[in-house]
Nanobody, 124 residues
Framework: QVHLVESGGGLVQSGSSLRLSCAAT????????IGWFRQAPGKEREGVSC????????YYADSVQGRFIISRDKSKNTVYLQMNSLEPEDTAVYYC?????????????????WGQGTQVTVSS
């Protein structure tokens, strides 16, 4: 069992930056990836970014490519999402989730453990 806690959300102006953190505790040695997802009011949850624990590969949704950067600090069991050039369209609750086998960011499958979410609000 792994427990995930997100932090770092807040209210910022368009063009600003935020860094989200996802701290993992518990049994983490068999994780294959941690991803970031978001859900805006009235919209479906979407995959934002993911980092593979197998080869360190990083993946991004087209909507955030070039603006967001995902990274991992193994010593702290923490995954970060650096969000730059934020836009009002980025407003959502952001969740991190962990996978133990095969996974798909776009299809949001394979992620069994989820955090409680952190709110990001970008004003224009």
């Amino acid at each position: 069992q792994v427990h995930l806690v997100e932090s770092g959300g807040g209210l910022v102006q368009s063009g600003s930056s935020l860094r989200l953190s996802c701290a993992a505790t518990g049994f983490t040695s068999d994780l294959t990836a941690i991803g970031w997802f978001r859900q805006a009011p009235g919209k479906e949850r979407e995959g934002v970014s993911c980092i593979s624990f197998i080869d360190g590969g990083t993946y991004y949704a087209d909507s955030v490519q070039g603006r967001f950067i995902i990274s991992r600090d193994k010593s702290k069991n923490t995954v970060y999402l650096q969000m730059n050039s934020l836009e009002p369209e980025d407003t959502a609750v952001y969740y991190c989730a962990a996978a133990r086998g095969i996974w798909s960011l776009a299809l949001i499958v394979g992620f069994q453990s989820w955090g409680q979410g952190t709110q990001v609000t970008v004003s224009s």
